[in-house]
């Protein structure tokens, strides 16, 4: 029942067929050449037109399948592999319209029935098809344009609005720790929390937790935040938003950041100037330092807040410019700290441990170090941050035990202490401070925090209902360029 359509031009495949036929599940192009002794930069241009095609008759989540020669691919599955200016170069060509390569397994011609290569220097001579690869290749999500996005807040019964840093543009209001999501990230929360209620009563403050700060930056340096101008003027005009040169995003009613040196609440209108600078919370720290100084803290009730902090960096795999804190605030009496610490940290120990069983058969060890063992060098950019904006205790740091040796330890928690005398004299604070965001990436083996936030359904769909899972890249041998740059006087 197959139509077989001879002498279509692989280069103009929506000429070939009517609209109506021209979404195809998948396209197969095995051992594509342009005859004879053609060399490796015309073959290129051949797979480049190919893809561009390709492009034009594919379904959204359909797949290219392309079967190459050993070597002639240039990624690291040729074995040998070739130089690359001597390569067919078919994941950058690929790139060019829009692919990914997906996957790579041999090519088996034995598998197909009937199957015999032909066309060797474009005669009617077999040629050696030992070793050679089926690439598979999926759309790539499209380069995003993003446009200005305004946000609207009410503070102190009056809406103001502010502009989004680009760079957290397509990171503001993502809901992944709600309850109707499967994001990674919030069943690490959910994890957490489950565990810690089985040893203390708990009581979540989620809501309620403005997004914008101002007071006191204390030690940490101003290059680090991420500076906000409060302006009406900031609302986009209708003509804008129906022209779709803006978008606008609505946060609900929050409550005031106190300033913690102050204790007083910030008010945007303070001295009628609406045009004061903010910046976007770079720590839930100052809300839980609040809700002590408030004094209706009972003791032994362990306080749960979480949400999305912002924090300027230089941008790194590991090096996250927006990730998910959680905070544990718990009041003890006083000599009775530690064996408080050592409670919470077993108790996050354990879930990590759950969760990271039905991940891997690795063991990902979490221990306790001192801060006072630590040099600023051997920080991550988590825990140099951390140390900004208070003194630490301790550090909660994860290393994976891997055939009986240890992968470099990653700080993924801070553990702080703190007296407050007007509040009780008997009492001591425990403060701890999780990143959810890099647990979610150890336990799954993501590599890159991007991966996170990427709006690729390919992600969410390996963790399906939110169960964790070793994550696998939809994306193989992304290509890299290293450029050597001279200078010369």
Not at 77 to 87: L, T, Y
Not at 108 to 134: M, P, W
Not at 380 to 405: P, V
């Amino acid at each position: 029942g197959a139509e077989v359509v001879f002498s279509v031009d692989c280069t103009k495949l929506k000429d070939y067929f009517l609209p109506e036929k021209r979404e195809f599940d998948c396209i197969y192009f095995n051992f594509p050449h342009c005859g004879r002794k053609a060399g490796v930069v015309k073959n290129r241009e051949l797979l480049a037109r190919f893809f561009h095609s390709s492009a034009e008759v594919l379904t959204e989540e359909g797949e290219i399948h392309v079967a190459l020669c050993n070597g002639q691919g240039g990624t690291p599955a040729d074995q040998p592999r070739r130089e690359w200016h001597n390569s067919w170069q078919i994941v950058a060509v690929a790139a060019g319209a829009g692919f990914i390569l997906s996957n790579i397994h041999p090519f088996k011609a034995e598998t197909i029935h009937g199957y015999k290569s032909t066309g060797y220097r474009s005669q009617d001579k077999s040629f050696c098809v030992e070793g050679a690869l089926n690439h598979i290749f999926t759309r790539s999500t499209p380069l995003p344009y993003f446009k200005p996005m305004i946000c609207e807040i009410e503070l102190k019964s009056r809406k103001v609005s502010f502009q989004v840093p680009r760079i957290l543009v397509d990171k503001i209001n993502r809901g992944f720790l709600e309850l109707n999501s499967n994001h990674p990230v919030r069943t690490v929360k959910e994890k957490l929390t489950e565990e810690l209620s089985q040893t203390f009563p708990l009581q979540n403050i989620d809501s309620c937790l403005s997004p914008l700060h101002q007071g006191h930056l204390n030690d940490i340096c101003r290059s680090n935040v991420f500076w906000i101008i409060l302006s009406p003027e900031e609302t986009p005009s209708t003509e804008e938003m129906s022209n779709g040169l803006a978008n606008a995003v609505l946060f609900s009613h929050v409550d005031f950041c106190k300033d913690t040196d102050t204790n007083v609440c910030v008010n945007v209108q303070e001295g009628c100037n609406i045009s004061k600078q903010y910046y976007l919370r770079p720590s839930l720290l100052p809300y839980a330092q609040a809700i002590i100084q408030r004094g209706a803290f009972p003791p032994g009730t362990l306080h749960v807040l979480s949400g999305p902090v912002f924090r300027k960096c230089l941008i790194a795999p590991y090096s996250m410019p927006v990730f998910h804190e959680m905070v544990f605030v718990c009041a003890v009496n006083r000599g009775t700290e530690n064996s408080c610490i050592q409670l919470l940290v077993n108790n996050i120990k354990s879930s990590i441990d759950s969760l990271h069983q039905t991940v891997s058969n690795f063991k990902l060890n979490i221990n306790l170090q001192e801060a006072v063992s630590f040099e600023t060098a051997e920080l991550n950019d988590f825990a140099a941050f951390e140390s900004q904006l208070s003194k630490i205790k301790y550090f909660i740091c994860t290393e994976r035990d891997t055939s009986g040796s240890c992968e470099k330890q990653s700080c993924v928690g801070i553990i702080r202490t703190a007296h407050y005398e007007l509040v009780s004299r008997e009492l001591v604070v425990v403060f701890v401070s999780l990143n959810l965001d890099l647990l979610a990436m150890l336990i799954c083996r993501i590599s890159d925090w991007r991966m996170l936030w990427t709006s690729d359904t390919r992600f969410l769909c390996q963790f399906p209902r939110g169960e964790l899972r070793l994550f696998k890249s939809f994306s193989l041998y992304p290509p890299s360029y290293v450029h050597d740059v001279s200078f010369w006087v």
